[in-house]
Each structure stands twice: as structure tokens, then as C-alpha cells.
């Protein structure tokens, strides 16, 4: 039996469809896994059961990434084709069942809204599947010791970034004697490129532990769940923490976190949307409202 799982090329988003897959790898056992998926989310799938390839959709104009897939698979009679892009392809391979996702509702989490699409009775959470080289290395670069919390100061675009000096703040406010994780470690997470962003912080924090440039996702997941809170902004990493069951809280601008919000992981939406208007006070109280409820 083989399945094609077209799914999405941001992180977060495609972090959000793991639990529809996770639901497919349980419901068939005998099945074997093709997944098509953009480059930057192609290393959470390194480790699905049964996988047979990652197939890395790169965009190119006039949609011709859409043509070079459909190349790619063409020669397969698939069993069941399940496309969150709503793209044509999926109506033109060979399949004996297809999957493809909607119009999403307003209101309505996306996760809920793929777990509708196979008509599930739960919504199915996000599942990443590791392995022991990705604890290995997570051991290593998350050392045991006092808990950590981990901050995520960098998004795709400024309108989602918190300012840094800001983060900076609050570490010292939530570490400090009588802050909600007094005598923690920090840590520094980020991606390729970020630490440009980053450095009002880093300078700030200059001991802190630092992971950015990682580019095994699963390595960084595996880290975060060694760790003992996170909070960032509305990005891929809030997404990969929330999926751990870490305490997450992710800080939100115009994004509608109604949809989007890491599933499992907290909320707090700035006044007006406008990250710039969101205080040190109320990210404080709420994360340690969330630890405290823990």
C-alpha cells in the first residue's frame, strides 16, 4: 500500500499536519510513506516508520515545483494521495482514494480543520517521530543541570518579532530570586540567519546556551524537550516546543491565533496586534500563570 502526504513548506504549518500522518501510520500498518513537503520543514519527516522518500518541493515560478513533482510520482498507483495545498496535482495522479484539504472556517484551529478532512472524532495533535541520534545530540548540547528556559527571540518577519531588549528583561525577571524559575539556566534558540536578529540579546545573556544554524529539526525538538518552559514568538519554533508538552507560551501580533497557535502550547496576543504594545509585565504573569498551573 503506498500513500503520497502532500503537506506544507512551513515549519509550523507542517508541524501542525504531523498528527494526520501519526493518525495514517497507525491506521495502516502494511503502508509505505511518501512525503512531499518544502525544504525548510523536510527534516521533521527524516524519521517516519515506513518511509520510503521526502520529497523536497522547492517553489519555482509559474508553479512549475507543482510539475516537477508530479514527475516524481507520476509512475506510482497510489493507494491514497492526501494534499494539504489544495493543489491540481493530486487530481491527476493515479489514485484509488484522495484527500483534499478545504477552505479553512473562521474560528477553526488548523489542526482541527486537517483532522476534519479524514473525519476524525478527536483532532489529531502534532507527532514528530525521533530517534536515539537526535536524544544523543540533544544531551550534548542541552547538558544535564538546572532546568532551562528557553527563549525564541527571532520570526520570519518583524511584524512577529518582540523586540529583543525585551526578552532580555524578562529572563532576568522570571531568573532572578523570586521569579517563577529562579536559578534556571537560559537558552537561545534560533535558526539560520538569526542570530544577526539576536545579538542585542546575546550580548545580553552572554552565558546563556545557544543553539541556532541547527538544521535537523528533530535534533531541535529533541533538545526542547529537555528543557523546562519556552517562550518566543509566532514561529516554528513555538510549534516544535508546544509538541514536546513543554510548558510553551508564544507571543502573538496580527497572526490570528485562533488557527494558528502551537496546539497544546499558550497564547498571548498583543494589544491592538502590535507586538511593539505587548510589556514585559503581562508576558511575565502569564508564563508564570502557566508554570504555576503546572
Not at 54 to 74: A, C, E, G, M, T
Not at 82 to 107: E, N, Q
Request: hydrophobic share 45%; charged share 15%; proline share 7%.
Amino acid at each position: 500500500m503506498n500513500i503520497l502526504f502532500i503537506t506544507h513548506t512551513r515549519i509550523g504549518d507542517a508541524i501542525l499536519s504531523s498528527g494526520v500522518l501519526h493518525h495514517l501510520i497507525e491506521r495502516y500498518p502494511n503502508a509505505r510513506f511518501t512525503i512531499a513537503c518544502g525544504p525548510l520543514a523536510a527534516s521533521l519527516f527524516a524519521d517516519v516508520p515506513r518511509l520510503d522518500r521526502v520529497i523536497v518541493v522547492r517553489k519555482r515560478k509559474f508553479d512549475l515545483h507543482w510539475y516537477n513533482l508530479w514527475k516524481q510520482v507520476r509512475g506510482t498507483v497510489w493507494d491514497i494521495v492526501i494534499d494539504l495545498r489544495r493543489s491540481l496535482i493530486s487530481y491527476i495522479i493515479p489514485t484509488r482514494k484522495r484527500y483534499v484539504v478545504g477552505p479553512i472556517a473562521p474560528g477553526v484551529h488548523h489542526v482541527e480543520h486537517l483532522s476534519h478532512l479524514l473525519a476524525l472524532p478527536q483532532p489529531a495533535a502534532p507527532h514528530l517521530y525521533t530517534s536515539a541520534r537526535h536524544h544523543f545530540a540533544a544531551a550534548f548540547a542541552i547538558p544535564d543541570g538546572a532546568p532551562v528556559l528557553v527563549l525564541a527571540p527571532v520570526a520570519a518577519t518583524s511584524a512577529k518579532t518582540w523586540p529583543p531588549e525585551r526578552f532580555a528583561e524578562l529572563a532576568v525577571k522570571l531568573t532572578s530570586p523570586g521569579g517563577v524559575c529562579a536559578g534556571w539556566r537560559i537558552a537561545l534558540f534560533g535558526g539560520p540567519g538569526d542570530e544577526a536578529v539576536a545579538k542585542p540579546l546575546l550580548e545580553a545573556l552572554s552565558g546563556c546556551i545557544r543553539i541556532f544554524n541547527e538544521p535537523d529539526l528533530l535534533m531541535v525538538q529533541a533538545a526542547l524537550a529537555r528543557c523546562g518552559g519556552f517562550i518566543g514568538n509566532d514561529s516554528g519554533l513555538a510549534h516544535l516546543a508546544a509538541s514536546t508538552s513543554i510548558p510553551t507560551l508564544a507571543l502573538f501580533g496580527a497572526t490570528d491565533s485562533s488557527r494558528y497557535s502551537p496546539w497544546g502550547g499558550h497564547v498571548v496576543v498583543a494589544p491592538d496586534r502590535q507586538l511593539q504594545n505587548l510589556g514585559v509585565d503581562s508576558v511575565s504573569a502569564a508564563f508564570s500563570d502557566l508554570m504555576k498551573s503546572r
